[in-house]
């Protein structure tokens, strides 16, 4: 049995479950102009609810399947450009982002993706993990990034 209270659904013998209603909206697949899936196994984001989920996304140009040259610096900048792209699409900001996971080709680079990084959370950034991996599915990608973030309203 199903009750609405003041904007959530209750459902009766749960004690304590609110689903809200706004958060019962159909899950939207996100595929912003110029940024396609490597593969057809994957979305680039996915829009559920006021959430948006993007994918490891890495420094491709937009239009191409080609990773920029110019290092990690480069690559990192790109890759976050394509995250606010993949973002927007759902309308997220960068502001609203919640958490990020950064697998990154060679640890030593950390310090030149953190500071590339940071230029798109310049206040209050998200929660993140960061990790060093011995390939990415892309041989010539040095980083990697998958973010979540919320809509605001």
Avoid: H
Avoid at 144 to 149: H, L, M, N, P, R
């Amino acid at each position: 049995m199903f009750r609405r209270v003041a904007g959530a659904v209750l459902v009766a013998g749960w004690v304590g479950l609110a689903v809200p209603v706004a958060a019962q909206t159909e899950r939207v697949v996100l595929n912003p102009p110029g940024l396609a899936p490597l593969v057809p196994a994957y979305s680039v984001a996915i829009r559920d609810g006021e959430w948006v989920f993007v994918s490891g996304m890495t420094g491709i140009a937009p239009g191409t399947q080609n990773i920029v040259d110019g290092g990690i610096a480069a690559q990192t900048r790109q890759t976050m450009e394509n995250i606010r792209v993949a973002m927007e699409s759902g309308g997220v900001r960068m502001a609203d982002v919640a958490e990020c996971t950064v697998y990154l080709k060679d640890i030593a680079d950390y310090a030149a993706m953190n500071a590339e990084y940071m230029k798109f959370f310049p206040s209050n950034p998200p929660a993140r993990a960061t990790l060093a991996v011995t390939a990415l599915p892309r041989p010539t990608a040095l980083v990697e990034v998958k973010c979540s973030g919320r809509r605001r309203r």
